[in-house]
């Protein structure tokens, strides 16, 4: 039986980590949190997780910044990263992708976007897993 997908939460505002913990939690996820960019490569590079929903603007290491470093490790750089911020100016999404993000919400977002968008970012890294998978077994 698949383990349920787990899920890091990387926010400086504890109330809006704590909030999408509990959301994702009564959802089915397994949620593991960090408060700055350091902590989310440490917690990152520790428990592989699944997605990691990265808010862009945090104190010391920025999540552009903890998100090319996920990318750049070969540990870590197939987790999808959903940014997370409060920013909304056109192009933002654009350079989110260009530091590797994999997704991009605006906050505040409802639950359910963010649940939809995690979701989707589960899905998309599932199919890629199984034609990975296929590819290696023709070869």
Known sequence: MAQTPLVLIVDDFQDNREMYAMYLEHSGYRVAEAANGFEALERAFELLPDVVVMDLSLPGLDGWEA?????????????????LTSHALEGFSDGARAAGCDGFVTKPCLPDQLLAEIRAL???RKARSRASTSRTRET
């Open 67 to 83: 998100t090319r470093r996920l990318k750049s490790d070969g540990r870590t750089r197939h987790i999808p990263v959903l940014a």
């Open 122 to 124: 589960l899905h998309d």
